[in-house]
C-alpha cells in the first residue's frame, strides 16, 4: 500500500475520535493504556524483566507487545515502544529498506536473528489525550496489517 | 539516541499534547497553542525556535520547510504530506539527507535496531535518509512540536556520528 493509503487511513481513525471528551492519559495509567489496546483485540499486562510494564497483545491473529519504557520506580513511564517480531521470517536487508523508504510511521529492521521485526514509538510525557493514544493504536494495527502482509506473514 | 539509554530525552512521538481548555485564542490551559496540517506557516515560525527556517510552497502550494544549522548549513527538512492546497496536511516528514555515505544496508540496519523513533534508510538514488514522520491531524501543541523537531535535529546529529565512528 502506497504511503497517501495508509495516510488516509490513519486521518480517518484520527478525525473520527477527535471530536471526543478529552481525557489525559500518561505513562503511569497502565490500565488505561492497556483498556485502549483491548479496544483492538485481546491484550494482557506482563512485566519486563526490569520489572517496568509490558502490554502483550493480539490484532487479527498478530501477536505484538508494547513496552513502556523509560519509567520511574516501574511506574510513571515516558514512552511506549510499539513492537512486533516475526519469528523466522527472514527478509533482505533490501527489502527492510525499501519498507524504510516507502512507508510511513512503522520503522522496520532485522533483529540479531536476522527475523524481521517492525516498531514504532510513542512519546507520552506529560501525557495525551485518550484520543490520541487510541489512535496511535490504531495506527499501529493499520502498521501491523500492512507490514505482515509485505514480508508475507499472512 | 540509543535505545538503552536514550529515552529519557526522546521526544519525539506521533501524538500530541492535549489542546485542553480551548480559548478563543486557540492557546490551552497552560498558554500552549494548538497546530493542525492547515498551519503550515505557524509550524515553520514553531521550527524557526530551534533553526534558521527557510518556508517555501510549490505550484499546487504544499509546504516545504528547510531548518538550517547556525552556521548557514541545511540541516534537515520538513515535508508536508497528504495536504489539499496547502491545507488540511497530515503529517510532517522531518527528513536529513546525508548524501552519499559509505555504510552497507547491514549497518543502516543496526542503526534502526538500535535507536528509537527514526529510521535510516538509501533512498536508492545513493543518499542515506534518516526520517521521523510526525502526526498533524488531530493537532500537536506548539511546544510539544518544537521539542519533537529539535529532538529529531538532535537524533540527525546523533546519526551524522554514528555514521562518522562506523566509516561513513
Known amino acids: 500500500m502506497l504511503k497517501q493509503l495508509m495516510l488516509g487511513a490513519a486521518f480517518?481513525?484520527?478525525t473520527a475520535v477527535s471530536a471526543q471528551a478529552q481525557t489525559i492519559i500518561d505513562g503511569s495509567q497502565v490500565d488505561e493504556i492497556l483498556n485502549i489496546a483491548r479496544g483492538y483485540g485481546s491484550a494482557t499486562l506482563e512485566k519486563q524483566s526490569n520489572g517496568d510494564p509490558r502490554i502483550t497483545g493480539k490484532v487479527d491473529g498478530v501477536t505484538y507487545q508494547v513496552y513502556l519504557m523509560n519509567c520511574t520506580n516501574n511506574?510513571?513511564?515516558?514512552?511506549?515502544n510499539f513492537y512486533a517480531g516475526f519469528l523466522d521470517n527472514k527478509q533482505t536487508l533490501d527489502v527492510i529498506n525499501a519498507w524504510n523508504r516507502d512507508k510511513r510511521f512503522g520503522k522496520a529492521y532485522l533483529d540479531s536473528d536476522l527475523d524481521a521485526v517492525i516498531e514504532s514509538?510513542?512519546?507520552l510525557e506529560k501525557g495525551v489525550t485518550r484520543e490520541n493514544l487510541d489512535a496511535a493504536f490504531n495506527l499501529w494495527t493499520l502498521i501491523l496489517?500492512?507490514?505482515?502482509?509485505?514480508?508475507?506473514?499472512k | 539516541m540509543q535505545k538503552e539509554s536514550t529515552l529519557a530525552v526522546a521526544l519525539l512521538a506521533l501524538f500530541a499534547m492535549p489542546a485542553l481548555a480551548q480559548n478563543p485564542l486557540g492557546?490551552?490551559?497552560e498558554g500552549r497553542m494548538t497546530v493542525t496540517g492547515s498551519d503550515a506557516r505557524l509550524i515553520a515560525q514553531i521550527a524557526q525556535r530551534v533553526g534558521d527556517t527557510d518556508f517555501t510552497e510549490d505550484v499546487i502550494r504544499t509546504p516545504h520547510i528547510v531548518v538550517h544549522r547556525d552556521n548557514g548549513d541545511v540541516w534537515f527538512e520538513g515535508q508536508f504530506i497528504g495536504c489539499s492546497g496547502g491545507l488540511e496536511c497530515q503529517a510532517l516528514a522531518l527528513v536529513a539527507d546525508f548524501g552519499a555515505l559509505g555504510l552497507t544496508g547491514d549497518q543502516l540496519n543496526s542503526f534502526n535496531n538500535e535507536y528509537y523513533y527514526v529510521r535510516a534508510y538509501a533512498n536508492g538514488q545513493g543518499a542515506v535518509i534518516v526520517q521521523q514522520d510526525v502526526m498533524l491531524t488531530d493537532g500537536v501543541n506548539d511546544v510539544w512540536l518544537e521539542?519533537?523537531?529539535r529532538t529529531f535535529g538532535h537524533m540527525a546529529d546523533i546519526?551524522?556520528?554514528w555514521s562518522a565512528e562506523n566509516g561513513g
Open chain 2, 27 to 29: 492557546l490551552d490551559a
Open chain 1, 12 to 14: 480517518v481513525a484520527a
Open chain 1, 121 to 123: 514509538d510513542v512519546n
Open chain 1, 145 to 153: 496489517e500492512q507490514y505482515t502482509t509485505y514480508i508475507g506473514y
Open chain 2, 147 to 149: 521539542r519533537a523537531i
Open chain 2, 159 to 161: 546519526f551524522a556520528q
Open chain 1, 75 to 80: 511506574t510513571n513511564c515516558e514512552d511506549l
